[in-house]
């Protein structure tokens, strides 16, 4: 019976194998149950768990790096900043409101474990074409259920970004990043200690939910016959959340929590046994202390059930009284369901009989971990630039680009979202990163969320600096320092192909990037199989970044301030087509990004800004420096006059794209300042800032852009898309 | 001292707190359980927020909580009370002031600036303030539904009308004038790092009381 | 122990966008014919006591209905 048990909970026959070895004997069927999910690759990360080390994770701020819940940095003051960017992309395919919501609430409830007040949200989604049906309701939903969720916990949704292309019609991606506040010296950790310490679970009745999400949904490709996986999607409740959000801040405020632990992935058999294998002790729960929602639950679903809006507490028995009392004013469910001992067994009652009793180290530590096949894919092919012709139109391609939904406005978007909540939104979205006063402190954060995909695809390791850098410049355009990143990758199966190779090489790329910048990696996600028979995802490294901008009153814009400021361009990235928006595919050999070009022009970006030289500034990214220039000019209200040389072709020199170039706009008088601080990075006055049109003179001739139907051609793409 | 009321899901109760010490005041909160107001209330805040997830209806739980009574009994003797967005609707759920909020025309939550029009100046909460006031809105259930003819409409969203409120309403006051209730956020617009500072003026006529 | 079902829709003459809004998307569904879409609440209630319907009546007054803008049923389900 057993044997057949195992591989329907997604075990291999091997791994089954090693379960006697660790434990001494053969596993009971709850037992079995937990390691199922416990090794699953969601919960235990075993194809790429290893190749994660390469990333950058040391630097002097760094407070906590990967292996919490979240990680965290020094801000100044006596303040900690965390931060964590997790996926929840296949519920959002079998269920995108829900699936996006409660992927929202996971994010948040990382953060809260660490003791910190959650206080920005952003979000990283990608979708098929808005051509498709199917698309634009998992596009819709999805952001309806983050707006759902984010909006009733009261935390600013500030950013994100969306992409819609076909290679995501099959495995749409819905990737979540929160930051949140905390005192350094009052920061918790998820281990627990102390032989007689209490487990306290508090929050919403334990149900039915997700019973066995993790295996079946997380480490297995998608496929037709998903509507029979829609029991298994967790329903959220915000409202609790928030509850939970103020109940476990005051406790955390009050000294009376040891250690905090979230309930996420495989529910409270990963909770309890990571709080146990951390501290190297032992956890005796009862069962039947669990508050259920649901009769007759047998023990392994009370063990798994991903029901949402459930934190696990350590107190100490002295203290137990205060932090029930303070449960019972928040109106949530407590309940005391274990000690802590000295085992280091996760031993679990139920009708007084012992159901589970195994080494919690044999869950998580000694979960097994696999190499990846590093089969290399194939070399990018250059453009044939030849057999692509120049539009005839400039101006009318202009405008085409400038209304293709992965270049427009994305304010359909984020109207929905709650992005002022708390009254610490300085830029709101729209700009190159968020900008939020850290409260309590004259400093503020920048935040972004990004990624190369299309590049990814072509060259893993140039994709990898690439998204990092994009996230970097993007910080860096609004005066503040990269200073901490959390990644998510989103990739294929590793099993096939040359999926272990491109995680590979994106790891390396990234990694590369990030010391250039010395920005370290304090925590992350990893979404594997995220494909299809019929098509798999671009290779997608998520960057979550933050930045660090000294005066909260001294952030810069993307919009163009006064007529007759200068236009710089600034960088010696190379407009190409490669890759670009504008081809409109994963198409041509786009150029490596260099590490010193781009790690000296964000350094310039900072300095510069921080001597209040700049008027606004703005990266050139999707689209090229024409649209770049529009954004800025919408965004201001002014159009401006600007001249390029012709270049090779007119379409590859407005619409390419390529990293390592930013362009900001200053008083003329500022000029000798801004070139004296660019030094050797490569600076050019391109035009001024005036008028109501967007003119750009390439050679011999201008094209000239209206900045009213430039407007309209931005604006209205989603709108009437989503009608 | 200005009371701010904390229900089980408010949210933008610190916000309102730091409103009021920006116009020069102190604050304090009011739990939703307690029978009485602070000892020396001179003026009430219901803050904007999700009060009790906004099941059944918006505002309809909360408004139906102990602190209430005592609210009604401010209000009743003269006492100046705000109410700020889910605040509004927990004011006309407990009959406070006339009418009821609604979902948005657009069904869904809106977050972006508004420019109201200030169209009754006789109020100690409009009595100091220019004619046209830049705030943020952000709700889901925001439409105003109720008699005109029977309400002081205070202040209006003018020809935009965003969420569908009849008469453009963003903001009503009882007969009195001495309730007011409003969806758009003033607590958001009192700082200039963070925009407008045109919310500022309704914080002041709470200090003032 | 009675179950009563309380039922709560729009008043009549109420714009109910929601209920539009279904009409359109059932619409594009392909469905055809519908004159009128309608959302309202349904409410179950378990009671003890003497007279469970009056009992309803009352919660439906001060809570679970709004009068300004709906209207209530109260029944007892087998």
Known sequence: MSVALHRQLGLTDDEFAQIPILIGRAPTDPELVMFSLMWSEHCSYKHSRRMLRRFPTDGPHVLQGPGENAGAVDVGDGWAIALKVESHNHPSAVEPFEGAATGVGGIVRDILALGARPIALLDSLRFGTLESARSRHLFTRAVAGIGHYGNCIGVPTVGGEVVFDDRYEDSCLVNAMCIGLVRADGMLRAAAFGTGNLLVLIGNRTGRDGIGGASVLASAELSADDEDKRPSVQVSDPFTERKLMDCCLELAADDLLLALQDLGAAGLTSAASEMAAKGGVGLDIDLDRVHLREEGMAPAEILVSESQERMLGLVSPDKLEDVLESCARWELDANVIGTVTGTGNFTARHGGEVVVDIPASALTDDAPWYEVPRTPGPSATPLALDTVPVPADLGAAWLDLLGRPNIASKRWIYQQYDHLVGANTIRRPGGDAAVIRIPGMRRALAITTDCAERHCELDPRGGGRASVFEAARNIACTGAVPYAASDCLNFANPEKASTGWRLAEAIEGMSEALEAISVPVVSGNVSLYNESPARAIYPTPVVGMIGLLEDAGASVGHAFAQPRDAIVLLGGGAARLDASEWLGAALGAPALPDLAGEAALIAVMVVAAGAGLLRSAHDVSGGGVAVTLVESALAGGIGCSVALPLGRRADETLFGESGERIVVTCRPDALPGLRAIAGDVPLAVIGSVGGGTVDVQLGDATVSLDLEAARIAYEATLTEALA | ?209 | MTRVVVTVMPRDGVLDPQGQAVQGALGRLGFAGIHDVRLGRRIELELDGPDPLAQAREMCERLLANPLIEDFTVAIED
């Open chain 2, 1 to 209: 001292m200005i009371a701010v009321v904390r229900f089980p899901g408010s949210l933008d109760h610190d916000s309102a707190v730091r409103a009021v010490e920006a116009a020069g005041g102190t604050a304090t909160y009011a739990w939703h359980a307690d029978r009485a107001l602070p000892a020396g209330t001179r003026a009430v805040v219901l803050p904007g927020g999700f009060s009790y997830g906004d099941h059944l209806r918006p505002g309809a739980i909360a408004s139906r909580s102990p602190i209430m009574d005592a609210v009604r009994q401010h209000a009743d003797a003269g006492g100046l009370v705000l109410g700020i967005c889910n605040g509004f609707q927990v004011l006309c759920e407990a009959g406070l002031l006339p009418g009821v909020l609604r979902t948005n025309a657009t069904t869904s939550f809106v977050c972006r600036q508004v420019e109201l029009e200030v169209l009754d100046h006789d109020t100690p909460f409009t009595r100091d303030l220019g004619a046209a006031l830049s705030i943020p809105i952000k709700n889901h259930d925001g439409a105003w539904y109720g008699d005109p003819a029977d309400a002081r409409i205070v202040l209006s969203y003018g020809m935009e009308n965003p969420l569908g409120s009849i008469g453009s309403a963003a903001g009503v006051a009882n007969a009195q004038g001495n309730v007011l209730g409003l969806m758009p956020h003033p607590e958001e617009a009192v700082d200039r790092l963070l925009g407008s500072t045109d919310g500022l003026g309704l914080f002041t006529a709470l200090v003032r009381a």
